[in-house]
């Protein structure tokens, strides 16, 4: 069966310090990934997708970044963070296609605290 | 790109009443359409989806509807009850050129069910 793990689950950083959120998928092969923020009391907001290794779309210009290595792996970066960076980070995967089982599984999420 | 817009932000019901949830889409050619529910502090995960070759779809409490000609779909649950009380999402998407499956979804609504 397929799994998906994200970490960590919750994280405080500085303003300015540099981040890093790893998600990784196991038991499929090939899937379309994302990242999603979701600000406190609003939705979700995609931030990037891949649908291959090193191929990123970027969805909100911001000062976050993402990188996928390895085909099940998804990775958000940040150099510099801001205040304004906090939120809940959930990754998700998709099937690349449209098929009977369609359903994006998510992350268990991380909250980031910038203080 | 795809548009959902999602109504209301807010439902508070009385256990046992109905609660009904609407979002339009703006592609006429999305063709899938999962709902989503999120527990506080939770990952959303699906609970419902319906695809453009039905109308209706019901799984015991809930129910989804679909009209493709304006464009939009609701979330029915009957006799809620306070555990029903979460953020649901829906999204809409389409297999895109590529094969490619991106979910565009809406905003979120917290729904309230007070026993």
């Known amino acids: 069966s397929q799994t998906i793990h994200q970490w960590p689950a919750t994280l405080v950083q500085p303003v300015g310090s540099p981040l890093s959120l790893e998600c990784t998928v196991e038991g499929t092969s090939n899937p379309n990934l994302y990242w999603y923020r979701q600000a406190a009391g609003r939705g979700l907001q995609l931030l990037f997708y891949?649908?291959?290794?090193?191929?990123i779309s970027s969805e909100v210009p911001q000062n976050l970044s993402a990188s996928r290595p390895q085909d099940r792996q998804f990775i958000l970066s940040s150099k510099k963070l801001l205040l304004s960076d906090s939120g809940f980070y959930l990754c998700a995967w998709t099937l690349p296609y449209l098929s009977v089982n369609t359903e994006a599984f998510f992350g268990q999420g991380t909250r980031l605290t910038v203080v | 790109g795809e548009n959902v817009e999602q109504h209301p932000s807010t439902l508070s019901v009385q256990e046992g009443d109905s609660a009904v949830i609407k979002c339009t889409y703006s592609?006429?050619?999305?063709?899938?359409f999962p709902w989503y529910k999120q527990e506080l502090g939770k990952r959303p995960q699906l609970i419902i989806d319906i695809r453009s070759n039905v109308g209706e779809k019901k799984d015991q409490r809930i129910a989804v509807t679909l009209n493709k000609t304006a464009k939009h779909f609701s979330l029915h649950i009957t006799e809620t009850q306070p555990e029903d009380s979460a953020v649901y999402f829906c999204?809409?998407?389409?297999?895109?050129?590529?094969?490619?499956?991106?979910?565009?979804f809406g905003r979120g609504t917290s729904l309230i069910v007070h026993p």
């Open positions: 592609d006429s050619a999305s063709n899938y």
């Open positions: 891949s649908v291959g290794i090193g191929q």
């Open positions: 999204a809409a998407s389409k297999g895109a050129s590529g094969g490619s499956y991106i979910p565009t």
